[in-house]
């Protein structure tokens, strides 16, 4: 049938969107690669595995209608955006998630980032069949010839264009373009890495900032914080009460029901941090108090947990009570065992 | 009057407190914490899944490994609460036991490690601001709270590794 086949782009381990199907046509036959440094091997990869034709964007442009992918290496925000904007499918060979001026142009029907050759998946018979007897349709027999001609004749200029270029090329401009992508890619890392870490302060930890504050704010004003120094800092400050508070909460039926986002523990952190700087509470029992709040962690998340770790059914079904008894004999155990490592701390 | 002004006083004054409280968090904390999350993030990503599954799952056969090495790779590499998806390399009698193993993992490691699960630092940093307010160091509590976790999730790893395994023999003999 048709001389173009589909592929599926999936996004790599680190990557953003997708996954994008690629299937160039007679109109929309160029597979661009706008990297630097000819044509990036993914670009090349696409067009061998789907009959199109894959070109380098920096010596030859075609006009945005032709083009059926853009293959990129954008860290930062100018090209990962630009495409996507014009309609076209891009696919970026750096792990990036949308961001930037253009941010609401790129989404996952047009995006794809960490794309190694790797994630180039071959698509099923009956899909690529599927979809071409609609393309082909209205194209007549001859059309055809011509088109699949043309191509030929395009592909092969290209390919001489590609290994003059191959053979011009100055061996100091492919060093620097080397150097220049590496550098690139490093710089990319942190950026990303950088726009992770302030979303995570933005959407994570300022967030709990905020309630930690307001709540302190209460209980410092009010008054109420006497009441709980009366209350938790006696047990806090021996081995048989932090012993007690981690038993009490190591209760299978009660420690799920204090786990949920670690709320609890982290409320009571606070409230024994407090204890600590007016010195209700000597120093070095932080350590065993960070157990002794803590033995509940993950008790409500089990099954999720499990799942993510692909365990059967039958292993949820014995893993959550497994988990739980565990943590009557360990969270105690693991008091103990902070409460003589902390010999020493601080004193 | 006077009582309704004083009511007003002490209202702002709560929440004037816990702006003061807010302040100290955001310009003692949030800096540190925005480099230091950045560079283990990029470290991460230099890394890279791949070779972190490649090794990951040399640790799977040796139980010390299997409840130390594999689930501190898990927490450092992947993070709460995708650290668990290493539950996979495991056949699936160990499962619960590395799930209990991982996650009591990911509050000890953000004493030095805060990227590992940003969402829940406060177990730590609560208890940790006071020793700040001490005028004591960080260091060493931070430390040997790794320590102990490590050595805590060893012991949960085997414990549960072992109840699972009664529970799974008496299910199958019922």
Redesign the interface.
Known sequence: MSEYKSVKVVKGPSGWGGPLIITPSDQQKYIISVTGGGVHKVAQEIADRTGGIAIDGFEKSVPKEEIAAAVINCGGTARSGVYPRMGVKTINTYSNSPSGPLLKFINEGNFVSGVDVRNIEDLEAEEIAASSIEESQPSNLMDKKIAQQLKEEAKAKVRENNSEKGKKKNPIMKLIEVLGNKVGNVVSVFFQSGRDTIETVIKNILPFMAFVSALMGIITFTGIGDFIANLVAPMATSLIGMLIISLVAAIPIVSPLLAPGAVIAQVVGVLIGVEIANGNIPPQMALPALFAINPQVGTDFVPVGLTLGEAEPETIEVGVPAVLFSRLITGPIAVIIAYFASFGLYS | MDFLIHLAE?FI???????E??MG??TG??PM??VL???V??LV??I???RVNKFAQKCTKFFILRYTIFPFLAVFFLTN??C?????F?P??Q??????S???F???ITGLFP?AN??????????????T??G?SLG??AL??L??GI??ML??GI??EI??DR??KS?NAA
């Open positions: 002490g004054g709560m929440f004037q407190e816990g702006g409280t807010f968090l955001v904390i949030i914490l925005v999350i950045t560079a993030n990029a990503r230099f890279g899944e791949e609460p995708m668990y998806t290493f539950g996979r495991l699936e009698k499962k619960p036991a590395f799930y209990d991982a996650v009591s990911v509050h000890p990227h940003p969402a829940e630092l406060f177990v730590w940093m609560g208890i940790a601001a006071g020793i307010e001490l004591l060493p509590l040997r709270f320590l102990v050595i805590v012991i949960r414990v549960t109840i699972t529970m799974l299910r």
